[in-house]
């Protein structure tokens, strides 16, 4: 599902971000990027989702080559995947179902289909009751769920959370770990970047520990 090939990601010359950095992940796995902040674990979900590309080295995701994909075909490649960021990143003027929705207008759902996809997913984390509450109405366990349910919503084959419980109490915490393994659990391959020592230990989730940049052994 995800392959690194020798990667270095460097933004400045002679700074890597990410040096030398090799590794597979197959597809269905359930695998934790660790390591402290500035260790290179943003850097790897962005190389992930084509957001920057390698300076040296090669990324596959899905079979498909990053290094080699047209501009235009970036997009369809983040169709395949749900992503989760630490900061939620909710429209204010919008309901959670609206929230929850606006993914699969994009991906030109029908209307009913799209209605029975997004009640589904907030059944699974929960927020049926609150579908049509506004994201600032919400406490950040609340929103952070939100955020999983639009991840969740196209049904991808690629879930990528950057430090999902970063904000939140640990009990909020553990929610959004059973959240993400029961996305697991239906199948969906799930790449968790995360510094939080509890999660990691409570996850029983495969290790990739990134110290300065590099992949510890």
Known sequence: MIVFDHVTKCYRPGEPALADVTFHVERGEFVLVTGPSGAGKTTLLRLVTREVTATEGRVVVDGVELGRLGRGRVQALRRRMG??????????RYTVEENVALVLRALGWPPGRRRERVARVLEWVGLTHKAEE????????????????????PEPRLLLADEPTGNLDPDRSREILDLLRQAHARG?????ATHDEALIE????????LVDGRLAP
Do not use: M, N, Y
């Open 188 to 192: 969906t391959t799930v790449l968790l």
């Open 83 to 92: 992503i989760v960021f630490q900061d939620f990143r909710l429209l204010p």
């Open 202 to 209: 409570a996850s029983g989730g495969r290790r990739l520990h």
């Open 134 to 153: 506004w994201p600032l109405a919400l406490s950040g366990g609340e929103q952070q769920r939100v955020a999983i349910a639009r991840a969740l919503a």
